[in-house]
Protein backbone atom coordinates (compact mmCIF):
# COMPACT_ATOMS: atom_id res chain seq x y z
CA UNK A 1 0.00 0.00 0.00
CA UNK A 2 2.81 2.35 0.89
CA UNK A 3 4.02 1.79 -2.63
CA UNK A 4 0.67 2.01 -4.21
CA UNK A 5 -0.82 5.06 -3.20
CA UNK A 6 2.26 8.03 -3.52
CA UNK A 7 2.25 6.99 -7.00
CA UNK A 8 -1.33 7.68 -7.40
CA UNK A 9 -1.18 11.67 -4.84
CA UNK A 10 1.88 11.99 -7.41
CA UNK A 11 -0.07 11.45 -10.43
CA UNK A 12 -3.05 13.70 -9.38
CA UNK A 13 -1.19 16.74 -8.60
CA UNK A 14 1.18 16.57 -11.90
CA UNK A 15 -2.77 16.32 -13.56
CA UNK A 16 -3.62 19.22 -11.51
CA UNK A 17 -1.05 21.36 -12.14
CA UNK A 18 -1.02 20.85 -15.53
CA UNK A 19 2.66 19.39 -16.22
CA UNK A 20 4.17 18.01 -18.84
CA UNK A 21 6.75 16.00 -16.96
CA UNK A 22 6.21 12.83 -18.96
CA UNK A 23 9.10 10.95 -17.89
CA UNK A 24 7.76 11.32 -13.96
CA UNK A 25 4.57 10.60 -15.15
CA UNK A 26 5.28 7.57 -17.24
CA UNK A 27 7.52 6.06 -14.29
CA UNK A 28 4.82 7.09 -11.31
CA UNK A 29 2.33 4.98 -13.42
CA UNK A 30 4.66 2.05 -13.90
CA UNK A 31 4.84 2.19 -10.33
CA UNK A 32 1.71 2.53 -9.74
CA UNK A 33 0.49 -0.92 -11.63
CA UNK A 34 3.40 -2.91 -10.26
CA UNK A 35 1.82 -1.39 -6.53
CA UNK A 36 -1.45 -2.42 -7.77
CA UNK A 37 -0.50 -6.15 -8.17
CA UNK A 38 1.13 -5.92 -4.94
CA UNK A 39 -1.81 -4.62 -3.48
CA UNK A 40 -4.52 -7.72 -4.46
CA UNK A 41 -2.08 -9.90 -2.65
CA UNK A 42 -3.79 -8.82 0.50
CA UNK A 43 -7.49 -8.57 -0.26
CA UNK A 44 -9.58 -11.23 1.65
CA UNK A 45 -12.47 -12.99 0.71
CA UNK A 46 -15.11 -11.24 1.68
CA UNK A 47 -13.44 -8.46 -0.63
CA UNK A 48 -11.98 -6.04 2.22
CA UNK A 49 -8.14 -5.51 2.58
CA UNK A 50 -5.82 -6.47 5.73
CA UNK A 51 -2.41 -6.67 6.63
CA UNK A 52 -1.75 -10.19 5.41
CA UNK A 53 -3.11 -11.88 2.79
CA UNK A 54 -5.27 -13.47 4.94
CA UNK A 55 -6.65 -13.07 8.72
CA UNK A 56 -9.75 -10.71 8.14
CA UNK A 57 -10.05 -7.06 7.03
CA UNK A 58 -9.35 -3.67 8.71
CA UNK A 59 -11.43 -1.26 8.33
CA UNK A 60 -9.01 1.42 8.18
CA UNK A 61 -6.66 -0.34 5.40
CA UNK A 62 -10.01 -1.31 3.30
CA UNK A 63 -11.65 2.29 3.34
CA UNK A 64 -7.63 3.77 2.38
CA UNK A 65 -6.99 1.15 -0.19
CA UNK A 66 -10.79 1.47 -1.78
CA UNK A 67 -10.28 5.05 -1.93
CA UNK A 68 -6.62 4.40 -3.64
CA UNK A 69 -8.07 1.87 -6.16
CA UNK A 70 -11.04 4.12 -7.72
CA UNK A 71 -8.36 6.73 -8.18
CA UNK A 72 -5.91 4.35 -9.87
CA UNK A 73 -8.08 3.40 -12.07
CA UNK A 74 -8.18 6.63 -13.93
CA UNK A 75 -4.29 5.84 -14.52
CA UNK A 76 -4.06 2.43 -15.35
CA UNK A 77 -6.50 0.00 -17.25
CA UNK A 78 -6.26 -3.10 -15.30
CA UNK A 79 -8.12 -2.02 -12.22
CA UNK A 80 -11.24 -4.11 -11.51
CA UNK A 81 -13.61 -1.67 -10.37
CA UNK A 82 -15.86 -3.98 -8.78
CA UNK A 83 -13.49 -4.63 -5.83
CA UNK A 84 -14.32 -1.55 -4.87
CA UNK A 85 -17.71 -1.77 -4.84
CA UNK A 86 -17.16 -4.90 -2.96
CA UNK A 87 -15.14 -2.75 -0.43
CA UNK A 88 -17.45 -0.55 0.04
CA UNK A 89 -20.15 -2.93 0.56
CA UNK A 90 -17.85 -4.72 3.63
CA UNK A 91 -17.32 -1.45 5.35
CA UNK A 92 -21.01 -0.24 5.06
CA UNK A 93 -21.75 -4.30 6.65
CA UNK A 94 -19.50 -2.87 9.67
CA UNK A 95 -21.24 0.42 10.71
CA UNK A 96 -23.22 0.11 13.99
CA UNK A 97 -26.73 1.40 14.00
CA UNK A 98 -25.90 4.55 15.68
CA UNK A 99 -23.45 5.42 12.27
CA UNK A 100 -20.30 4.90 14.14
CA UNK A 101 -17.30 2.81 12.55
CA UNK A 102 -15.10 0.91 14.84
CA UNK A 103 -11.79 -1.29 13.70
CA UNK A 104 -12.48 -4.64 13.74
CA UNK A 105 -8.91 -6.30 12.29
CA UNK A 106 -5.38 -5.62 12.89
CA UNK A 107 -3.22 -2.42 11.87
CA UNK A 108 0.35 -3.54 12.92
CA UNK A 109 2.21 -0.25 11.88
CA UNK A 110 0.04 1.81 14.06
CA UNK A 111 1.83 4.83 12.54
CA UNK A 112 0.66 4.69 9.48
CA UNK A 113 -3.07 5.22 10.43
CA UNK A 114 -1.64 9.13 11.45
CA UNK A 115 -3.73 11.06 13.82
CA UNK A 116 -6.32 7.83 13.63
CA UNK A 117 -4.59 6.18 16.36
CA UNK A 118 -5.54 7.74 19.23
CA UNK A 119 -9.19 7.33 17.96
CA UNK A 120 -10.72 7.24 21.12
CA UNK A 121 -14.49 8.65 20.41
CA UNK A 122 -14.84 7.30 17.17
CA UNK A 123 -15.34 10.47 15.36
CA UNK A 124 -11.64 10.23 13.72
CA UNK A 125 -12.55 6.77 12.02
CA UNK A 126 -15.77 7.57 11.65
CA UNK A 127 -15.36 10.23 9.66
CA UNK A 128 -12.50 8.67 7.80
CA UNK A 129 -14.54 6.43 6.16
CA UNK A 130 -17.19 8.78 5.56
CA UNK A 131 -15.16 10.81 3.66
CA UNK A 132 -14.80 7.22 1.71
CA UNK A 133 -17.45 7.12 0.64
CA UNK A 134 -18.56 10.75 0.32
CA UNK A 135 -15.27 11.14 -2.26
CA UNK A 136 -16.53 7.72 -4.40
CA UNK A 137 -19.78 9.24 -6.38
CA UNK A 138 -21.06 5.56 -6.73
CA UNK A 139 -20.70 4.42 -3.24
CA UNK A 140 -22.16 7.59 -2.05
CA UNK A 141 -25.51 6.87 -3.69
CA UNK A 142 -25.72 2.58 -3.33
CA UNK A 143 -25.10 3.80 0.36
CA UNK A 144 -26.86 6.86 0.87
CA UNK A 145 -28.57 5.35 4.06
CA UNK A 146 -25.06 4.54 5.97
CA UNK A 147 -23.43 7.85 4.72
CA UNK A 148 -26.80 9.81 6.28
CA UNK A 149 -26.11 7.75 9.52
CA UNK A 150 -22.76 8.35 9.77
CA UNK A 151 -23.09 11.85 8.82
CA UNK A 152 -25.95 12.48 11.98
CA UNK A 153 -23.37 10.96 14.26
CA UNK A 154 -20.43 12.97 13.52
CA UNK A 155 -22.68 16.06 13.28
CA UNK A 156 -23.96 15.47 16.40
CA UNK A 157 -20.30 14.59 18.52
CA UNK A 158 -18.60 17.92 16.50
CA UNK A 159 -20.17 20.33 18.94
CA UNK A 160 -18.33 18.88 21.56
CA UNK A 161 -14.87 17.71 19.96
CA UNK A 162 -11.83 19.76 21.43
CA UNK A 163 -8.94 17.79 19.60
CA UNK A 164 -7.85 19.26 16.89
CA UNK A 165 -7.15 16.32 14.43
CA UNK A 166 -10.75 14.94 15.33
CA UNK A 167 -12.05 18.41 14.25
CA UNK A 168 -10.08 18.81 11.13
CA UNK A 169 -11.25 15.88 9.72
CA UNK A 170 -14.67 15.48 10.72
CA UNK A 171 -15.04 19.07 9.39
CA UNK A 172 -13.88 18.07 5.93
CA UNK A 173 -16.22 15.06 5.82
CA UNK A 174 -19.10 17.85 7.33
CA UNK A 175 -17.99 20.14 4.06
CA UNK A 176 -18.31 16.60 1.84
CA UNK A 177 -21.92 16.05 3.01
CA UNK A 178 -22.84 19.24 2.57
CA UNK A 179 -24.66 19.38 6.19
CA UNK A 180 -26.81 21.99 7.27
CA UNK A 181 -24.42 23.51 10.30
CA UNK A 182 -20.92 23.26 7.35
CA UNK A 183 -20.57 26.78 7.51
CA UNK A 184 -20.58 27.41 11.44
CA UNK A 185 -18.09 23.99 11.14
CA UNK A 186 -15.90 25.92 9.29
CA UNK A 187 -15.82 29.23 11.12
CA UNK A 188 -14.98 27.13 14.32
CA UNK A 189 -12.12 25.36 12.80
CA UNK A 190 -10.38 28.24 11.48
CA UNK A 191 -10.79 30.31 14.62
CA UNK A 192 -8.55 27.05 15.94
CA UNK A 193 -5.67 27.65 13.96
CA UNK A 194 -2.49 29.28 14.81
CA UNK A 195 -0.56 31.83 12.75
CA UNK A 196 3.08 32.17 12.57
CA UNK A 197 6.27 34.10 11.11
CA UNK A 198 3.85 37.81 10.73
CA UNK A 199 0.77 36.14 9.72
CA UNK A 200 2.61 34.52 6.60
CA UNK A 201 1.42 31.01 7.69
CA UNK A 202 -1.27 29.60 9.10
CA UNK A 203 -1.31 25.40 10.70
CA UNK A 204 -3.21 23.61 13.18
CA UNK A 205 -0.65 22.62 15.96
CA UNK A 206 -1.28 18.89 17.44
CA UNK A 207 1.37 17.05 18.16
CA UNK A 208 2.66 14.90 16.63
CA UNK A 209 0.04 15.15 13.68
CA UNK A 210 0.42 19.02 13.00
CA UNK A 211 0.73 18.17 9.40
CA UNK A 212 -2.09 15.49 8.87
CA UNK A 213 -4.24 17.69 11.30
CA UNK A 214 -3.67 21.01 8.56
CA UNK A 215 -4.17 18.46 5.34
CA UNK A 216 -7.98 17.85 6.27
CA UNK A 217 -8.26 21.44 7.58
CA UNK A 218 -6.95 22.80 4.17
CA UNK A 219 -9.26 20.10 2.28
CA UNK A 220 -11.95 21.78 4.28
CA UNK A 221 -11.34 25.30 3.18
CA UNK A 222 -10.91 24.32 -0.16
CA UNK A 223 -14.10 22.37 0.13
CA UNK A 224 -15.33 25.57 1.40
CA UNK A 225 -14.04 28.11 -1.29
CA UNK A 226 -12.09 29.52 1.40
CA UNK A 227 -9.63 29.79 -1.33
CA UNK A 228 -7.67 33.35 0.28
CA UNK A 229 -6.88 32.09 3.59
CA UNK A 230 -6.18 28.76 2.06
CA UNK A 231 -2.76 30.21 0.52
CA UNK A 232 -1.73 30.48 4.34
CA UNK A 233 -2.15 27.13 4.85
CA UNK A 234 -0.28 26.21 1.67
CA UNK A 235 2.38 27.92 2.33
CA UNK A 236 3.14 26.16 6.13
CA UNK A 237 2.63 22.85 4.55
CA UNK A 238 5.02 23.06 2.04
CA UNK A 239 7.74 24.27 4.94
CA UNK A 240 6.79 21.13 6.46
CA UNK A 241 9.24 19.26 3.75
CA UNK A 242 12.47 17.76 4.46
CA UNK A 243 15.54 19.22 1.78
CA UNK A 244 14.57 16.00 -0.29
CA UNK A 245 11.18 16.59 -0.61
CA UNK A 246 9.87 14.16 1.88
CA UNK A 247 7.14 15.00 3.87
CA UNK A 248 7.61 13.12 7.50
CA UNK A 249 5.10 10.49 8.01
CA UNK A 250 3.17 8.26 5.87
CA UNK A 251 -0.32 9.70 6.67
CA UNK A 252 1.38 13.31 6.64
CA UNK A 253 2.65 13.37 3.11
CA UNK A 254 -0.63 11.59 1.37
CA UNK A 255 -3.37 13.68 3.53
CA UNK A 256 -0.87 17.01 2.78
CA UNK A 257 0.05 16.35 -0.95
CA UNK A 258 -3.75 15.58 -1.41
CA UNK A 259 -4.93 18.99 -0.27
CA UNK A 260 -2.12 20.94 -2.14
CA UNK A 261 -3.22 18.96 -4.80
CA UNK A 262 -6.92 20.39 -4.35
CA UNK A 263 -5.81 23.22 -3.92
CA UNK A 264 -3.97 23.50 -7.06
CA UNK A 265 -6.86 22.35 -9.26
CA UNK A 266 -7.95 26.03 -8.53
CA UNK A 267 -5.29 28.14 -8.25
CA UNK A 268 -3.73 26.71 -11.42
CA UNK A 269 -0.58 28.47 -13.01
CA UNK A 270 -2.06 28.06 -16.82
CA UNK A 271 -2.07 32.16 -16.99
CA UNK A 272 1.71 32.56 -15.43
CA UNK A 273 3.20 35.85 -16.66
CA UNK A 274 5.51 37.31 -14.09
CA UNK A 275 9.00 38.44 -13.13
CA UNK A 276 11.63 37.48 -10.03
CA UNK A 277 14.61 39.65 -8.96
CA UNK A 278 16.64 38.15 -6.45
CA UNK A 279 19.59 40.17 -4.76
CA UNK A 280 22.29 39.12 -2.49
CA UNK A 281 25.29 41.49 -1.60
CA UNK A 282 26.30 42.56 -4.86
CA UNK A 283 24.83 39.83 -7.05
CA UNK A 284 21.24 40.37 -9.01
CA UNK A 285 19.78 37.12 -10.86
CA UNK A 286 16.54 37.49 -12.72
CA UNK A 287 14.03 35.32 -13.40
CA UNK A 288 11.08 34.94 -15.75
CA UNK A 289 8.44 32.66 -15.57
CA UNK A 290 5.44 32.06 -18.36
CA UNK A 291 2.64 29.23 -18.45
CA UNK A 292 5.05 26.94 -20.42
CA UNK A 293 7.08 26.92 -17.20
CA UNK A 294 4.42 24.48 -15.79
CA UNK A 295 6.14 21.74 -13.31
CA UNK A 296 9.86 23.36 -14.11
CA UNK A 297 11.76 23.68 -11.37
CA UNK A 298 13.90 27.02 -11.43
CA UNK A 299 17.17 26.18 -8.88
CA UNK A 300 20.12 29.19 -8.21
CA UNK A 301 22.34 27.88 -5.86
CA UNK A 302 23.12 31.13 -2.98
CA UNK A 303 27.11 30.99 -1.32
CA UNK A 304 26.90 29.71 2.44
CA UNK A 305 28.02 32.47 3.34
CA UNK A 306 24.65 34.67 2.45
CA UNK A 307 22.47 35.81 5.29
CA UNK A 308 19.39 38.09 3.50
CA UNK A 309 18.04 37.82 0.55
CA UNK A 310 15.92 40.44 -1.41
CA UNK A 311 13.30 39.02 -3.48
CA UNK A 312 10.60 41.22 -5.54
CA UNK A 313 8.05 39.66 -7.78
CA UNK A 314 5.41 41.30 -10.20
CA UNK A 315 3.15 40.43 -12.63
CA UNK A 316 0.22 37.79 -12.83
CA UNK A 317 0.08 34.14 -11.44
CA UNK A 318 0.88 31.95 -8.79
CA UNK A 319 4.24 30.27 -7.75
CA UNK A 320 5.70 28.75 -4.81
CA UNK A 321 9.42 30.40 -3.64
CA UNK A 322 11.13 27.88 -1.35
CA UNK A 323 14.46 28.74 0.36
CA UNK A 324 16.45 25.51 1.62
CA UNK A 325 19.35 25.28 3.75
CA UNK A 326 21.48 21.98 4.02
CA UNK A 327 23.71 21.12 6.48
CA UNK A 328 26.00 17.98 7.47
CA UNK A 329 25.81 15.70 11.09
CA UNK A 330 28.32 13.52 12.23
CA UNK A 331 26.77 10.50 13.12
CA UNK A 332 30.04 8.74 14.36
CA UNK A 333 28.95 9.31 17.78
CA UNK A 334 25.09 9.72 17.25
CA UNK A 335 23.01 7.59 19.20
CA UNK A 336 21.36 4.77 18.18
CA UNK A 337 17.84 3.64 17.98
CA UNK A 338 17.39 0.32 16.90
CA UNK A 339 19.09 -2.70 17.85
CA UNK A 340 19.93 -5.44 15.39
CA UNK A 341 20.97 -8.97 15.79
CA UNK A 342 21.86 -11.41 12.96
CA UNK A 343 22.47 -15.33 13.90
CA UNK A 344 23.25 -17.80 11.53
CA UNK A 345 21.32 -20.98 12.26
CA UNK A 346 22.37 -24.44 11.75
CA UNK A 347 21.19 -26.37 8.84
CA UNK A 348 21.07 -29.98 7.18
CA UNK A 349 22.08 -28.98 3.97
CA UNK A 350 25.56 -27.37 2.86
CA UNK A 351 23.41 -25.34 0.29
CA UNK A 352 21.08 -23.77 2.34
CA UNK A 353 21.58 -20.65 4.54
CA UNK A 354 19.29 -19.92 7.22
CA UNK A 355 19.38 -16.77 9.20
CA UNK A 356 17.41 -15.23 12.28
CA UNK A 357 17.30 -11.62 11.70
CA UNK A 358 15.78 -9.23 14.80
CA UNK A 359 15.40 -5.78 15.15
CA UNK A 360 13.97 -3.33 17.39
CA UNK A 361 13.18 0.39 18.13
CA UNK A 362 14.67 1.73 21.01
CA UNK A 363 12.43 4.72 22.21
CA UNK A 364 13.38 7.64 24.01
CA UNK A 365 10.15 8.09 25.55
CA UNK A 366 8.23 5.11 26.60
CA UNK A 367 5.49 5.54 24.61
CA UNK A 368 7.27 6.56 21.58
CA UNK A 369 7.04 4.54 18.40
CA UNK A 370 8.75 4.46 15.00
CA UNK A 371 8.48 5.25 11.73
CA UNK A 372 7.97 2.67 9.23
CA UNK A 373 11.45 1.22 8.59
CA UNK A 374 13.00 -1.21 6.06
CA UNK A 375 15.54 -4.37 7.01
CA UNK A 376 17.44 -5.06 3.62
CA UNK A 377 19.41 -8.32 3.45
CA UNK A 378 21.51 -9.40 0.91
CA UNK A 379 23.12 -12.90 0.18
CA UNK A 380 26.23 -14.09 -1.14
CA UNK A 381 26.58 -14.59 -4.58
CA UNK A 382 24.74 -17.81 -5.74
CA UNK A 383 21.86 -17.85 -3.41
CA UNK A 384 18.08 -17.22 -4.04
CA UNK A 385 15.55 -16.31 -1.83
CA UNK A 386 12.76 -19.12 -0.26
CA UNK A 387 9.83 -17.70 -2.26
CA UNK A 388 7.74 -18.57 0.25
CA UNK A 389 6.31 -15.58 2.62
CA UNK A 390 8.45 -14.96 5.84
CA UNK A 391 5.01 -15.69 7.85
CA UNK A 392 4.95 -19.23 6.03
CA UNK A 393 8.52 -20.11 6.22
CA UNK A 394 8.95 -19.19 10.13
CA UNK A 395 4.96 -20.65 11.13
CA UNK A 396 5.46 -17.35 13.46
CA UNK A 397 4.26 -14.12 13.14
CA UNK A 398 7.12 -11.88 12.28
CA UNK A 399 6.30 -8.54 13.89
CA UNK A 400 5.48 -8.19 17.82
CA UNK A 401 4.28 -5.29 19.70
CA UNK A 402 5.51 -4.79 22.74
CA UNK A 403 2.59 -3.69 25.53
Given amino acids: MV ?3 PNIVVLDYLTAIGSKETNVMNIATKH ?3 GYQNQMRYRQTDGSFGV ?9 LTAFVAKAIQTASKYISEVDVTMVSSAFQWLANKQQSSGRFDEVGPVYNNTMQGG ?8 ALTSYVLIAFLENENAKITHAPVVERSIQYVAGLLPQVTDLYDLSIATYAMLLGD ?6 FIRRLM ?4 FSEYDTMRYWHRYPHSIETTGYALLAMVQGEKYPDSILVMRWLVKQGYVTGSIPRTQDTFVGLKALTKLAEVISPSRNNYFIQLKYKTQTKNFFVTSKDIGQLIFQDIPGDIEKLDISVAGLGFGLLNVKHQYAMDLRNYKHRFDLTLEKLNTSLDYELK ?11 IYERSNMALVEVNFPSGYVVDPRPITEATMVNPIQVSS
Fill in 3 to 5: KFV
Fill in 32 to 34: LRT
Fill in 52 to 60: WSSGGGSVF
Fill in 116 to 123: LQTNTNGI
Fill in 179 to 184: HHSKQH
Fill in 191 to 194: DKST
Fill in 355 to 365: LKICVSFIPNL
